[in-house]
C-alpha cells in the first residue's frame, strides 16, 4: 500500500516538474522568438563542430594527463623522501590556491610558449592546442592528487600489513589492495573532477586555442547573433559531460553491489 502510494505521488511531482520546466522553456522562447534566427548556426554548424571535436579531442588527453599528475602527486606526497614529498605538496598547494585562467595565461605566454611553441611547430603539431591540454592536466592533476591521496589515507593500516605479511611489494601492494579499494571511497569526486575538467576545457580560449566555446564567440563576432550560439553550446557540453557522470554512477552502483 506505502508502495503504490509513494508511486503515485513520484508520477504527480515528475508531472509537475515536467509542466514547470515547459512552461517556462515556452516563456523564454516566446519572449525571445523575434532574435532567433537558426538559419545562422546551421550555416556555421561546421565551425561549431570543429570546436566540439577539439574539445572532445583536448578533453581526452587531459583526462589521462590529470590521472598521470594525479598519480605522481599522490605517490610523491608519500614518497619517504621529505624533499619529493614537500615538493609536490608545494606545487599542489600553488595549483590549488591560484585561478585556473592565470595559469594559463602565465603557464603559456612565460613558461611553455617560449620554451616549447618552435619545437611543436616544426613537427607539426598546435603548439596552443598541446600545451594547452598539458596545462589543463597539470591544473585537475593538482585535484585528483588530494583526492587520491584522501582515498588511499582512508584505508586502513591493518589492509598494508596484511599485503606485506603475504609478500607483496610496494607496487603489488598499491595494485592489488589498496587502489581497487581506494577507488571505491574516490570515484564520485573523481567522476566530478573530470565533468570540471571538461567545462575548464572553455577557459583554453585564451590562449588561442579553438575548442568550442571559441569558436561559439567566432560566431557570435560574425553574425552579431549571440543567442543562437547559446543552447548549441550548452547541448554540446551536455553531450560530453552526461556520459561521464552516467558512467561513474554505473561503477559506483556496480562496486557497490560487489562489496
Request: with cysteine; charged share 15%; proline share 4%.
Amino acid at each position: 500500500m506505502e508502495d503504490k502510494k509513494l508511486r503515485r505521488w513520484n508520477l504527480i511531482a515528475a508531472i509537475l516538474i515536467v509542466a514547470a520546466f515547459s512552461g517556462l522553456c515556452t516563456l523564454v522562447f516566446a519572449r525571445l522568438s523575434p532574435d532567433w534566427d537558426w538559419s545562422k548556426p546551421w550555416a556555421y554548424r561546421g565551425l561549431l563542430m570543429s570546436g566540439w571535436w577539439c574539445t572532445l579531442g583536448l578533453s581526452l588527453g587531459a583526462l589521462v594527463g590529470s590521472l598521470i599528475v594525479g598519480v605522481l602527486l599522490m605517490l610523491g606526497q608519500r614518497s619517504p623522501l621529505p624533499a619529493v614529498k614537500w615538493t609536490c605538496r608545494l606545487f599542489l598547494e600553488f595549483v590549488r590556491d591560484t585561478p585556473l585562467l592565470v595559469q594559463l595565461l602565465v603557464g603559456y605566454f612565460m613558461i611553455f610558449a617560449p620554451l616549447m611553441s618552435r619545437s611543436l611547430e616544426s613537427i607539426g603539431w598546435n603548439d596552443k592546442l598541446v600545451i594547452g591540454t598539458l596545462l589543463l592536466s597539470l591544473f585537475q592533476g593538482a585535484y585528483l592528487g588530494e583526492i587520491l591521496r584522501g582515498g588511499v589515507d582512508s584505508i586502513p593500516r591493518g589492509q598494508w600489513e596484511s599485503a606485506r605479511a603475504v609478500g607483496f611489494d610496494r607496487g603489488q601492494v598499491y595494485r592489488h589492495v589498496i587502489f581497487p579499494q581506494a577507488l571505491r571511497r574516490v570515484l564520485p569526486a573523481v567522476a566530478g573532477q573530470f565533468v570540471s575538467l571538461i567545462k575548464d576545457s572553455s577557459l583554453l580560449m585564451v590562449i588561442g586555442v579553438q575548442e568550442f566555446a571559441y569558436q561559439a564567440r567566432v560566431y557570435t563576432s560574425r553574425t552579431y547573433g549571440g543567442l543562437e550560439a547559446y543552447v548549441p553550446l550548452a547541448l554540446g557540453y551536455l553531450v560530453l559531460t552526461a556520459p561521464v557522470a552516467y558512467l561513474a554512477h554505473r561503477l559506483e552502483r556496480r562496486f557497490r553491489d560487489e562489496t
